[in-house]
């Protein structure tokens, strides 16, 4: 009887380890798999809507701000994609993905500017309206100490508005395509743009620029009776 037992014992001792190192062996191939897995990720790259352009380098808050809307949309490929194109600290294309077969035949490839351009302009004090904007680019003053007025935008296609600013004595204006007043010297101190896809920030009166906005995100300030001096917004496709 006793040696039955010792016997089982040894048997079950035996079946444990044997288990145990069959997980091991499995997990590791697990790990192995998904580290082949990781090589073998396609890079993807951003291109900036108005033009089809790739986006070789876009500003490290804004690859945080897509890098964030990827993991909450449990976009897990897609992050990886862009964390492995993409130099976070940088905002420059990794030289692995510049040196890559798809770069190279996107960049051979001629992309056709699209025919509607999405443009803002900004007006602004003494001066009136500026010169319209493409995306990318600063409507507005910076080092001029010249209040932002209004924000107007065009070629934004069949929508019934873009969003709606904020200015000094009335607070919140309504949803419009023009944001912001004219003819009464008010100055903006915020906007809140309502496009999907878009990357916004403002210039703000002693601070500068404040960090970049995604839509229904606030650019600038309410409440601290700061002007907004100037405006850029990006448009991403990714």
């Known amino acids: 009887m006793k040696l039955t037992i010792k016997k089982y014992a ?3 001792v035996l079946l444990t380890v044997s288990f145990s190192f ?4 499995s997990n590791q191939d697990d790990i192995i798999g998904n580290s082949e897995i990781e090589k073998t990720i396609e890079f993807k790259f951003a291109f900036d809507n108005n033009s089809g352009k790739i986006h070789d380098n876009i500003p490290p808050e804004v690859l945080n701000l897509m890098a964030q809307k990827l993991k909450e949309e449990n976009e897990d490929l897609k992050l990886s994609q862009l964390k492995k194109s993409y130099d976070f600290n940088t905002g420059d294309l990794t030289i692995e993905a510049k040196d890559s077969k798809l770069y190279a035949e996107i960049k051979n490839n001629s992309v056709q500017t699209k025919s509607v351009v999405y443009q803002y302009r900004a007006h602004v004090a003494k001066l009136g309206w500026l010169p319209w904007q493409n995306m990318g680019q600063v409507a507005g003053t910076t080092g ?3 209040r932002m007025e209004a924000l107007e935008w065009r070629n934004i296609g069949p929508i019934l508005y873009v969003g709606r600013a904020n200015v000094a004595g009335i607070g919140w204006l309504q949803p419009s395509y023009l944001l912001g007043t004219t003819g009464q010297s008010r100055q903006m101190e915020a906007v809140q743009i309502y496009l999907f896809g878009f990357y916004y920030r ?3 009166a002693n601070i500068g620029w404040l960090p970049w906005q995604t839509a229904y995100g606030i650019a600038g300030t309410t ?5 907004m001096e100037a405006f850029q917004a ?5």
């Not at 990006?234 to 990714?238: E, G, Q, S």
Request: with cysteine.
């Open 22 to 25: 069959i997980i091991s062996c």
């Open 202 to 204: 403002a210039h703000v």
């Open 234 to 238: 990006m448009n991403i496709a990714f």
């Open 10 to 12: 040894i048997l079950t």
């Open 144 to 146: 001029q100490s010249r």
């Open 223 to 227: 409440g601290q009776n700061r002007r």
